[in-house]
Nanobody, 121 residues
Framework: QVQLVESGGGLVQAGGSLRLSCVAS????????MGWFRQAPGKDREFVAA????????YYSDSVKGRFTISRDNAKNTVYLQMNSLKPEDTAVYYC??????????????WGQGTQVTVSS
């Protein structure tokens, strides 16, 4: 079983940047597909970005493609989400997730507690 802890959220102006971190413990992240999701108030949780453990491919939602980058540091057992050119509509709680099978759906087995990102206009 893997435990996930996110950090790096905060308040930023539109056009700014943030980098979220997700530190894993209990298992190495190389054993899992790793994903980032977000949930805004009153909305369903949605896929943001993911990293496939088998292919090494990365996946992004259309709404963040070209602005966000997912990466990982196996030595630190950490996954990152670099967010640039932030928009007010990016405001949400951001969650890190791990699973051995799924990649872009919300059916991940393991989730962090989330970190709040607020983008002001």
């Amino acid at each position: 079983q893997v435990q996930l802890v996110e950090s790096g959220g905060g308040l930023v102006q539109a056009g700014g940047s943030l980098r979220l971190s997700c530190v894993a413990s209990g298992r190495t992240i190389s054993s899992y597909n790793m994903g980032w999701f977000r949930q805004a108030p009153g909305k369903d949780r949605e896929f943001v970005a993911a990293f496939s453990r088998s292919s090494g491919n990365t996946y992004y939602s259309d709404s963040v493609k070209g602005r966000f980058t997912i990466s990982r540091d196996n030595a630190k057992n950490t996954v990152y989400l670099q967010m640039n050119s932030l928009k007010p509509e990016d405001t949400a709680v951001y969650y890190c997730a791990a699973d051995r099978v799924v990649t872009t759906t919300t059916r991940y087995n393991y989730w962090g507690q989330g970190t709040q990102v607020t983008v002001s206009s």
